[in-house]
C-alpha cells in the first residue's frame, strides 16, 4: 500500500511538532523515519495510526483519505517500543489477541496465531508468558501480533532500542526478511543512522518536525 502524507502539520498548543510535512512512501517498501529525538517521527507514526489526529493536511492510503478515520478502520498494525505484551496470556495468546477482539473463533484464530509465529520463528515458545522471554523473543511476538490482521501498513517505533547490541544486529536481520516474506509496507522509526541504511529500502530524514531529505541509503550517505 502507498502512503501519502499532503501538507501534514501537528500541534500540541503551542508547539509544532510536524510542521507542513509532505512525502510519498512507496508499495511494499521498508522505509525507515530517520532523526534525533523529538524531531517528529513517533508523531507522525501517530497520526499515520490514527491515535492522534491532524491538525492541517490530509492523509492517504493508495488513494484513500483516511485522514480522519479511527485507528480500527485504517488497517494498520504498530509495534511499540516497549512491546506491550499482556503479561497474564501465553505466547499463542498474545498473538491470537487481536482476533479475539474481532470476535473470530478460538480454532481459528490459534491456527492463524501459530503460523505467524511460525513466520517470526518463536513456534517453540508459544505455551511461555512474556516473563519468560528474552527481549528478542518478546520483540517477535509484538511483530507476530502486529502481522496477525494481515495489516496494508506496519508501523514500527524504534523496536529494537531496549535490545543489547548482539540483539539489534539480530531483530534487523529478522525483521528485514519477515518484510520480504510478508511484502507488507512498513514505517521504521529509528534515531539510528547505521540502523536505518542497514534494514531500510529507502530513507526519510526528519529534523525539527520539517521533512528534510528522502532517498535509497547510499544515495543520502553520497550526497547528504
Known amino acids: 500500500m502507498k502512503v501519502t502524507l499532503q501538507n501534514i502539520t501537528k500541534k500540541f498548543g503551542s508547539t509544532i511538532a510536524v510542521n507542513d510535512f509532505t512525502a510519498t512512501l512507496n508499495d511494499g517498501h521498508l522505509i525507515c523515519l530517520l532523526g534525533p529525538s523529538g524531531c517528529g517521527k513517533s508523531t507522525i507514526l501517530n497520526l499515520l495510526c490514527g491515535i492522534i489526529k491532524v491538525t492541517q493536511g490530509r492523509i492517504f492510503f493508495d488513494d484513500k483519505d483516511v485522514t480522519d478515520l479511527p485507528p480500527d478502520e485504517r488497517g494498520i498494525g504498530m509495534v511499540f517500543q516497549n512491546y506491550a ?54 520483540q517477535r511476538v509484538a511483530i507476530a501480533r502486529a502481522l496477525i490482521k494481515n495489516p496494508k501498513l506496519l508501523l514500527m517505533d524504534e523496536p529494537l532500542s531496549n535490545l543489547d547490541a548482539r540483539l539489534r544486529l539480530e531483530m534487523r536481520e529478522e525483521i528485514r526478511r519477515i518484510q520480504k516474506e510478508t511484502g507488507v509496507t512498513t514505517i521504521f522509526v529509528t534515531h539510528d543512522q547505521e540502523e536505518a541504511m542497514a534494514i531500510s529500502d529507502s530513507i526519510l530524514i526528519m529534523k525539527d518536525g520539517l521533512f528534510v531529505q528522502s532517498g535509497l541509503s547510499q544515495d543520502l550517505y553520497n550526497n547528504p
Open 85 to 138: 505484551l499482556y503479561p497474564h496470556l501465553t505466547v499463542l495468546e498474545n498473538i491470537a489477541f487481536p482476533l479475539e477482539v474481532q470476535k473470530i473463533s478460538k480454532k481459528i484464530r490459534n491456527e492463524k496465531a501459530l503460523e505467524i509465529a511460525k513466520l517470526v520463528h518463536v513456534e517453540n515458545l508459544v505455551t511461555r508468558y512474556p516473563a519468560e522471554l528474552s527481549g528478542g523473543q518478546q
